[in-house]
């Protein structure tokens, strides 16, 4: 007898409502990445706000990853969007030059994920998490808006 695993779908024992990786979670499963961007037809997509953010919130509760944890690396993002609308030392710069000053403060997100990580503070899921998302959020201010968004849905539903 068996059932679905309520993160990442896999079948698992009848008995356990979870499989082991995710019950490590050290790592993100390819059910709960967004393939490509977080927009469909200039509109962000269902799954930005529901099902998978669930998902990686149960994960992540799964891993000690707690919600001031959670919410510290969340302020990093949504202070490099802000810096990008509101910083008046680069709203002389075009959209794209504004964009690439923006870019540090991300890859010193994944730099202090990276050392978070390995020093046992946040599970190896959420590493990935951040790299796996991040990448994609690199790619335009429209995309790191939809990271954010992403973010904030993983937040709501955490515990």
């Known amino acids: 007898m068996t059932r679905q695993c309520e993160i990442c779908g896999t079948q698992v024992n009848a008995k356990f409502n979870i ?31 529901l099902d998978i953010p669930e998902r990686i919130a149960k994960l992540f509760n799964q ?48 730099r202090t994920v990276e050392d978070r990580t390995r020093r046992g503070i946040t599970p190896g899921s959420f590493k990935e998490f951040i790299n796996y998302y991040l990448e994609i959020a690199l790619k335009s201010k429209e995309e790191l808006y939809g990271f954010i968004e992403l973010f904030r849905s993983v937040i709501a539903y955490s515990k």
Request: hydrophobic share 35%; proline share 3%.
């Open 19 to 49: 499989c082991k990786d995710c019950k490590n979670s050290e790592i993100l499963p390819q059910r709960l990445k967004i393939k490509g961007s977080f927009y469909e037809k200039d509109i962000l997509r269902k799954e930005v706000f």
């Open 63 to 110: 891993g000690d990853m707690g919600m001031n944890k959670l919410r510290a690396f969340f302020y990093m993002v949504r202070n490099a969007y802000d810096v990008l609308n509101l910083d008046y030392d680069i709203s002389t710069l075009d959209k794209d030059q504004r964009y690439e000053k923006v870019k540090p403060r991300l890859w010193a997100l994944q």
